[in-house]
């Protein structure tokens, strides 16, 4: 049998990703997540939410569907703007800007795009730019959004789509790739970008079951050997255990249970938590 490309290469992911400089690091948490209320006319989707990630923490987000997870990921990368309350970045608001007399006002989408630059999201559903070849895809943020040149960006997508097993569609479209091949080219753009936080939404829940444990080898991979801040969203629990440093369970848009994976995992104890993780597992 073959063997799977995306395992083959998944141990070239340290060499691949460029860690991330944390000399910056001033012992405050990287992500807070202050009092954030989201709300969608009447729909309360994050409730006076409060958590945060440490700088170079790979947290999972559990709980069932429209317990506001995603939505935490689509205000991270300023997808979304939040109702109430202030997610903060490194001591800095994310969605906001101080005014002269301290207070905090929305930010402009000028101030945003900059915002974005320091964290890349994988979705759901690959959102490549059908009208671009595969290469053009990964290098076209680097190049007309961090001013990369645009050879060395070329260079290293080229080394990315080695790495995701994808080096042979270099000039392909995405009409001309399958669903696991799409979402391979995925990881490899949000990667170019060389992300301070990597945000994951259900990676895997578009691919082929035999292509699942290889993105998620390639994920662990990635976690183990890069400083990258990953925030995680996966209902593969297994893959939560391996991965993450913390997991929170979420239910109507607030944190029910926070720990490490074998607390959650093996001796959860909120009855909710205890009532999803028998449902899924």
Not at 213 to 239: K, P
Not at 261 to 269: A, T, Y
Request: proline letters at 5%; glycine letters at 6%.
């Amino acid at each position: 049998m073959a063997t799977d490309p995306l395992q083959k290469n998944a141990a070239a992911a340290s060499e691949a990703v460029v860690p991330v400089d944390t000399s910056k690091d001033d012992g405050r948490p990287l992500v807070r997540f202050d009092k954030v209320v989201k709300r969608y006319g009447d729909h309360v989707v994050l409730d006076q939410l409060d958590f945060t990630v440490e700088r170079g923490e790979h947290v999972t987000l559990i709980g069932p569907s429209g317990s506001g997870k995603t939505t935490i990921l689509r205000l991270l990368m300023t997808l979304e703007r939040v109702s109430d309350g202030v997610i903060w970045i490194n001591g800095e608001p994310l969605t906001h800007t101080r005014a002269a007399d301290g207070s905090l006002k929305p930010a402009s989408e000028k101030q945003l795009r900059v915002a974005r630059r320091r964290i890349g999201m994988v979705f759901q559903q690959f959102n490549l730019f059908p009208n671009m070849k595969v290469l053009q895809n990964i290098t076209e943020a680097p190049v007309n959004v961090l001013g990369m040149d645009r050879d060395k960006a070329e260079t290293r997508a080229r080394e990315l789509l080695d790495l995701v097993g994808l080096s042979g569609k270099v000039d392909a479209h995405p009409s001309q790739l399958s669903g696991g091949q799409q979402q391979r080219v995925a990881i490899a753009r949000a990667l170019a970008m060389e992300p301070e936080i990597l945000l994951l939404d259900e990676v895997t829940s578009a691919l082929d079951p035999e292509l699942v444990a290889g993105v998620l080898e390639l994920l662990s991979d990635i976690a183990r050997n890069t400083d990258i801040t990953m925030l995680c969203v996966t209902h593969e629990m297994n893959f939560a255990r391996d991965v993450s440093e913390k997991v929170l369970m979420f239910d109507a848009g607030r944190v029910v249970e926070s720990g490490s994976p074998e607390k959650i995992f093996s001796d959860p104890s909120h009855e909710r938590t205890r009532e999803f993780l028998n449902a899924v597992l």
